[in-house]
């Protein structure tokens, strides 16, 4: 796929997560969370640009870099997400404005990390941010999960005699 393709892809996915996140939703559990990820993901490791072969070292040190970030983005953000069970016992889910500080310093680390590269001459193809927001995607869809199963359940409403 081209650079172009790609940004506006992670753009779209990107608008798309961030205003889902912002509305209160049902959460359901049997839901293939890791199948957007999955695909972002297999998309980005087959282009062949995803490591810069002239600067091999620096090229993997700031792609590891950066998907370090987003593991640690990507819980910060499964812990800002409101969780609440409904009284009939629906689990919802709700971003908050932590959830938007987040994305804003996902957003900055991955600025950061984009213009050392650039300082650095090393070409960093966008294969590497489709890359690093699938593996956002799926540790936050990770962590909410989790975060949900250990939700207490509603006890049962006692029956009336």
């Not at 812990?79 to 938007?100: C, K, N, S």
């Amino acid at each position: 796929m081209s650079a172009f393709v790609n940004v506006v892809l992670v753009v779209a996915v990107m608008a798309l997560v961030v205003g889902r996140q912002m509305r209160a939703q049902r959460l359901d559990s049997e839901r293939r969370f890791w199948v957007l990820p999955l695909i972002l993901g297999a998309l980005a490791l087959r282009d062949p640009q995803l490591i810069d072969h002239r600067h091999t070292a620096l090229s993997v040190t700031l792609l590891a870099c950066g998907l370090v970030a987003v593991l640690a983005m990507g819980s910060i953000w499964g812990w800002t997400v409101r969780l609440w069970r409904a009284e009939d016992g629906a689990l919802w889910a709700r971003g908050t404005r932590a959830t938007v500080a987040a994305w804003a310093g996902m957003l900055f680390i991955r600025f950061s990390i984009y213009e050392t590269g650039e300082a650095l001459h090393v070409h960093q193809a966008s294969s590497a941010l489709l890359l690093s927001l699938a593996v956002l995607l799926l540790v936050r869809s990770l962590v909410v999960n989790w975060r949900a199963r250990t939700l207490e359940a509603p006890e049962p409403a006692a029956e009336l005699r």
